[in-house]
């Protein structure tokens, strides 16, 4: 039986693109092979010191698609994600060493201290904004910026709601200033409320 050069030639294309197309579960588990299992389970029980084991069981999973090894370290990313509160979705990243020690004069971001002050982030941005307006944080000219993100400062995460204030965008740059609220998702306390300037 006979292949004619244009056959061997579709076929060849349609391998690659299968090959490189792979999304499979198989696929996610070679991805997985590319953080060793030993470092992976150290990495691991770092988060669980601060969050618990069954916060971590339940919200916390590993990213591998993120996660990236620049020897001799490896960055290390995983998601957070609560279902019933859709605005806490983010990441913890983090990076250690080929013996899974963290690499503590590098950025550790994302890892809430739930033993120490809890992790029910029960504010919602409905209450943040509340608290927010109760607080006498102006309108302004523009709507609010706001979301639930870690703050590198306070090591925790917050609900950052933003006000501008005045605004101008000319061939020198951006100009503008505001407020900010700096509200703890958990108790609804006024962490901080600080002007901020772009000049």
């Given at each position: 039986?006979?292949?004619?050069?244009?056959?061997?030639?579709?076929?060849?294309?349609?391998?690659?693109?299968?090959?490189?197309?792979c999304?499979?579960?198989?696929?996610?588990?070679?991805?997985?092979?590319?953080?060793?299992?030993?470092?992976?389970?150290?990495?691991?029980?770092?988060?669980?010191?601060?969050?618990?084991?069954?916060?971590?069981?339940?919200?916390?999973?590993?990213?591998?698609?993120?996660?990236?090894?620049?020897?001799?370290?490896?960055?290390?990313?995983?998601?957070?994600?609560?279902p019933?509160?859709?605005?806490?979705?983010?990441?913890?990243?983090?990076?250690?060493?080929?013996?899974?020690?963290?690499?503590?004069?590098?950025?550790?971001?994302?890892?809430?201290?739930?033993?120490?002050?809890?992790?029910?982030?029960?504010?919602?941005?409905?209450?943040?904004?509340?608290?927010?307006?109760?607080?006498?944080?102006?309108?302004?000219?523009?709507?609010?910026?706001?979301?639930f993100?870690?703050?590198?400062?306070?090591?925790?995460?917050?609900?950052?709601?933003?006000?501008?204030?005045?605004?101008?965008?000319?061939?020198?740059?951006?100009?503008g200033?505001?407020?900010?609220?700096?509200?703890?998702?958990?108790?609804?306390?006024?962490?901080?409320?600080?002007?901020?300037?772009?000049?």
């Open positions: 039986m006979k292949t004619d050069s244009k056959t061997i030639i579709l076929l060849i294309i349609l391998m690659s693109l299968l090959l490189h197309a999304r499979c579960p198989s696929c996610s588990r070679e991805e997985e092979t590319l953080v060793p299992k030993d470092l992976l389970s150290k990495a691991n029980e770092f988060i669980k010191q601060r969050t618990g084991n069954e916060f971590f069981d339940k919200y916390i999973s590993p990213d591998f698609v993120r996660t990236k090894f620049t020897p001799p370290y490896y960055f290390l990313t995983y998601r957070l994600i609560i019933d509160k859709p605005y806490v979705n983010t990441v913890i990243q983090f990076s250690v060493d080929s013996l899974g020690n963290v690499v503590k004069d590098r950025d550790i971001i994302g890892i809430p201290n739930c033993i120490e002050e809890g992790c029910n982030f029960k504010i919602t941005e409905d209450d943040a904004i509340k608290i927010a307006i109760d607080n006498g944080l102006k309108k302004g000219i523009k709507p609010w910026k706001r979301g993100i870690w703050d590198a400062k306070l090591k925790q995460y917050t609900w950052h709601i933003l006000s501008t204030e005045s605004e101008l965008q000319s061939s020198e740059g951006f100009r200033f505001g407020k900010e609220i700096i509200i703890d998702p958990n108790s609804g306390l006024v962490l901080a409320m600080n002007d901020w300037h772009v000049n």
